[in-house]
């Protein structure tokens, strides 16, 4: 149980002092109040709310209404985390103008306390745009799914040394572009290293190694609350999906057979 508020400069000093960085997804307001007891640093309202909650198959049906409705949710159960929502697909790329626009939906009516947008070097006007204007800005590099399509599936990404350097050119542009740190999605440790050492912000890894600054997993793949077999990198701490499937299991057989409601659960 943490006391004080997590704030993006906090984030930021956990890299010089070498304290990882700690965050996981959530999408409602018991989660997102159970991992801020928790004392997780950063929530995320990420836009895998499409598929984890959704039942959408990847996260570009995902809107800035759905998103606004969900972060504002999770808002409710946050006291000290860091609240940060996913801007979802095409919310950030059309212009910069709709981009900041967007952005302070999410801040003013989401209540988020920064936003994460996907894209490197081609977007950092973007994210410069809403930094200047005061909000936080996490960006995202590596496999960014809301560019699924083009990237022919969800596939690790920097396997190749061009490649790398892509990525290493896109994390320092939007270091410079301001974000207060960097998620890097899919690519091999040694690729998650040499980035997270490219750059003065923390980098927070999903799929991408030991070596970042940070880790972030989907709150419902570390659960077990997902019926799809989750990504080879993901670690299953509970599998909170069977132990629901089997008290209801229990629920139905005691309604059935007239054992619930039992003297204890009837009024006097
Ligand atoms: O949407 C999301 O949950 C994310 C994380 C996987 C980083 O972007």
Known sequence: MRMNKVRTLRIMKMKETNQKIVMLTAYDCFMAKT?????????????SV???????????????DMMIHHCAAARRGVKSSLLV?????????INEDEA??????MVQEGGCEAVKIEGGENFARFTSRIVNAGIP?????????????????????GKEEDDVIRLINDARALEEAGVFSIVIEAVPPSVG??????????TIGIGAGPFCDGQVLVINDMLGLTDKKPPHFVKQYANLGNAAKKAVEQYMEEVR?????DEAHCYE
């Open 100 to 105: 900041l626009r967007n952005a302070a939906r």
């Open 257 to 261: 057979n007239g054992s619930f409601p």
């Open 50 to 64: 499409g598929m984890t909650q959704l039942g959408f198959e990847d996260t570009l049906r995902v809107t800035l």
């Open 137 to 157: 800005v996490m960006g995202h590099i590596g496999l960014v799914p809301q560019s699924v399509h083009q990237l022919g599936g969800y596939r690790v990404q």
């Open 35 to 47: 991992l801020d007891e928790a004392g997780v640093d950063i929530i995320l309202v990420g836009d």
């Open 193 to 202: 290293k040499r980035i997270t050492e490219s750059v003065r912000v923390p």
């Open 85 to 93: 929502g996913d801007m979802p697909f095409m919310t950030y790329k």
